[in-house]
Nanobody
Framework: QMPLVESGGDSVQTGGSLRLSCIVSESTNIGDCMGWFRQAPGKEREGVASINKEGETSYADSVKGRFTISRDTTKNILYLQMNSLKTEDTGTYYC????????????????????WGQGTQVTVAS
C-alpha cells in the first residue's frame, strides 16, 4: 500500500481553484508535521504549505492568502485548497509526511520527510 496518494490535479485558467487531496495510509508515520510541495520543470522542489499535529499551519510567501492546508484526521486525508491560481503555480504537487520538527515553519523544508506521494500535476494557463 502506498503511504501517500495525491489526487485533484488538473488544468485550469488563471484565477481558478483546485483542491488537492492526499490519502494517508494508516501505517504511515506522519511524524510531527505534513506538507505540500511543488516542483516546476527545471526548478527545485519548494515547500508550499505545512501543518503540524496541533493544526498549526505555515505557508510560503508566494501562496499566503490563496492556499489553505487542512487535515481530516478521521479520514486520514490531507488537503490543499488553492484559490486565485496563477501561471507560476504550475507544477507537480507532492504531499509529504513523517518529519520531526518542533516548529511548523521548518516543515516547509523538504529534508527530513520520510514518506512522499507520487505527485499530481497542476497546470495553470493564462
Amino acid at each position: 500500500q502506498m503511504p501517500l496518494v495525491e489526487s485533484g490535479g488538473d488544468s485550469v485558467q488563471t484565477g481558478g481553484s483546485l483542491r488537492l487531496s492526499c490519502i494517508v495510509s494508516e501505517s504511515t508515520n506522519i511524524g510531527d508535521c505534513m506538507g505540500w510541495f511543488r516542483q516546476a520543470p527545471g526548478k527545485e522542489r519548494e515547500g508550499v504549505a505545512s501543518i503540524n499535529k496541533e493544526g498549526e499551519t505555515s505557508y510560503a510567501d508566494s501562496v499566503k492568502g490563496r492556499f489553505t492546508i487542512s487535515r481530516d484526521t478521521t479520514k486520514n486525508i490531507l488537503y490543499l485548497q488553492m484559490n486565485s491560481l496563477k501561471t507560476e503555480d504550475t507544477g507537480t504537487y507532492y504531499c509529504a509526511a513523517g518529519k520531526a520538527s518542533y516548529w511548523v515553519g521548518y516543515c516547509l523544508a523538504a529534508h527530513g520527510f520520510k514518506s512522499w506521494g507520487q505527485g499530481t500535476q497542476v497546470t495553470v494557463a493564462s
